[in-house]
């Protein structure tokens, strides 16, 4: 399972879910459609996890 296209797609958005607090929106999806593709191709968590806090979507996000 853990290697399918689907279940790592999956796992990105329930992380970015996590990481930012709150449902994914517009705003956080074309950072979860660059991280789903990298993470799909490499499936590292570590480097998941450190793209996300660089990511726009967490480092600008609004307060909910």
Do not use: W
């Not at 996590?18 to 799909?40: C, R, T, V």
């Amino acid at each position: 399972l853990a290697g399918m296209t689907e279940v790592r797609e999956c796992f990105v958005e329930s992380y970015l879910q996590y990481a930012n607090g709150h449902e994914p929106d517009s705003q956080m999806k074309p950072d979860q459609e660059a991280l789903s593709e990298h993470f799909i191709e490499n499936g590292d968590i570590r480097e998941l996890a450190a793209s996300v806090i660089k990511a726009d979507s967490f480092l600008y996000r609004l307060d909910r």
